[in-house]
């Protein structure tokens, strides 16, 4: 950690303690503050990453209500602060409402020195930690693969083959479930390709009435039709040199499939009214959430459109198939909407993580994000719950055990093994590739029963 991140304030108006505090933590930068103006004025001026403060400060030195209201004013000021709360009552209620406020953590005097030492500089690492990953965010922020967290070995592999098309003049075609950010991989594409600086046009296929879409694809001119009033250019002619996103293109219209294939195959236009053929380089970038094989085989979709839109073809993977991406995606729509609200929260409870680790997401990133926006603006802090999320049959489950998933896969295993050997210990033995002692052991050991009957019909309602 650099030297200068290492600055610690101390509040705390004892000034035998301040000298003994000085000692403990000679290989920090401290700061001293004796009362919530001073304590502010110095978070303001160095911008230390931990603070040691005291419950009891002036004018209250023997209550608790003027280090609850510096406590908070610190947060508020700077939530990424990391606040250690000193306090000298016998009883953990204070400490607990401390962190409920958004404390780090609480450590009750009398003084420890090895274990303050500990607490301060685990703060400290945690601090440095989450520092990085706000900067890590920020950079990608920078990126054109901005909106995509890729944690899982899917979206991993869709951003190198992103990466890959991106540089390559081929018409694309993504796949994917509503919610599942098409969109935001077709501006991907375009902000890594040689096109990046020609404009990037998405057109909603499914949104537009048919008899306004040719017009709004292919532009029209004046007395084309009633209320065309002036020459006007379409998506297609708009997006010259750049990249256009045709959404839900399994929507489209069968005329217009037509003519959407005539374009691609000789890359001009012509206006709705007009005769005269206008060359367009444009990128076409295609997106549905319907199998477009079905589609053809029932005759609502060209078969030659298919092929030529799908030179290059990615699915998008829903969120329930992206392994770990839920809750890094939750945290990062969490910073973004409580920054753009003005609001200091400090992450999710662990009952929202569970819940969120439970949740089937059918509208996936969207709804995900949906919830979080929700969630931040109704919260009242300091972390928000599976209450604020809306998902409150989640409400006190937790997430089973390493052990808890290995045993019930060995009584599944075992029961299957049961029926199919028709109860017969010694066949069970051979499928599962174990001993007979194992399998007694197992039948035990798990409360399943000997008999074909029990395994059977349990087997059968899997």
Same mark, same amino acid.
Not at 298 to 320: A, C, K, N, W
Not at 370 to 381: F, L
């Given at each position: ?32 503050? =004796? ?102 965010? *920020? ?55 040689? *096109? ?41 002619? @708009? ?16 005329? @217009? ?45 060209? =078969? ?24 890094? @995606? ?66 006190? *489950? ?7 998933? *290995?045993? =019930? ?33 197992? @039948? ?9 009957? =029990? ?8």
């Amino acid at each position: 950690m650099a030297e200068d991140a290492r600055k610690l304030l101390i509040v705390e108006d004892d000034r035998g303690l301040q000298k003994q505090l000085k000692w403990c933590f000679d290989g920090y930068d401290v700061l001293f503050a =004796e009362d919530r103006e001073s304590a502010l004025g110095e978070l303001r001026r160095h911008q230390p990453a931990v603070v040691l403060q005291d419950l009891g400060l002036p004018p209250d030195p023997e209550g608790v209500s003027e280090g609850f209201a510096t406590l908070q004013e610190i947060l508020q000021a700077a939530p990424a602060t990391k606040v250690i709360v000193v306090t000298g009552n016998e009883t953990r209620d204070n400490a607990l409402k401390a962190v409920g406020f958004g404390a780090y953590d609480f450590y009750q005097k009398p003084i420890d020195v090895d274990v303050l030492q500990l607490l301060v500089e685990r703060a400290f690492k945690l601090h440095e930690l989450e520092a990085e990953n706000r900067r890590l965010t *920020r950079a990608q922020a920078r990126s054109p693969l901005a909106g995509m967290i890729a944690v899982s070995p899917q979206m991993q592999d869709l951003c190198r083959k992103v990466e890959k098309i991106a540089a390559v003049d081929v018409t694309t075609l993504l796949l994917g479930e509503s919610g599942t950010g098409k969109e935001v991989f077709a501006k991907a594409i375009h902000g890594l390709s040689p *096109r990046a600086d020609g404009r990037f046009i998405a057109i909603n296929c499914a949104a537009i009435p048919e008899n306004l879409l040719e017009s709004e694809l292919f532009g029209h001119e004046k007395g084309a039709f009633t209320g065309a009033h002036k020459q006007t250019q379409g998506k297609i002619e @708009l997006a010259d040199k750049g990249t256009l996103l045709l959404d839900e293109i399994g929507d489209m219209p069968p005329a @217009l499939q037509a003519k959407l294939l005539r374009f691609l195959q000789e890359r001009t236009i012509e206006r709705v009214g007009g005769r005269k053929e206008i060359p367009v380089d444009v990128r076409v970038i295609c997106a549905t959430n319907h199998d477009l094989q079905q589609l053809i085989a029932d005759g609502r979709f060209r =078969e030659d459109l298919y092929y030529r839109i799908s030179e290059v073809t990615l699915r998008i993977p829903p969120l329930r198939e992206r392994e770990g991406c839920r809750v890094v @995606l939750a945290r990062h729509f969490l910073e973004v909407h409580a920054k753009a609200m003005g609001k200091s929260l400090r992450g999710l409870s662990d009952e929202a993580v569970d819940a969120i680790q439970r949740h089937p997401w059918p509208g996936n990133v969207r709804e995900l994000e949906n919830r979080i926006k929700g969630a931040v603006a109704i919260s009242d802090g300091p972390m928000i719950s599976s209450d604020d999320l809306g998902l409150l049959s989640a409400a006190g *489950r937790k997430l089973p055990t390493l052990r808890e998933v *290995r045993d =019930e896969a060995e009584r599944r295993a075992v029961i299957e093994a049961m029926a199919a050997a028709d109860g017969n210990v010694s066949r069970a033995a051979n499928l599962l590739g174990v001993s007979r002692p194992t399998v007694y052991d197992l @039948l035990q050991r798990h409360g399943v029963a000997s008999g074909q009957p =029990e395994a059977a019909s349990e087997a059968g309602a899997g």
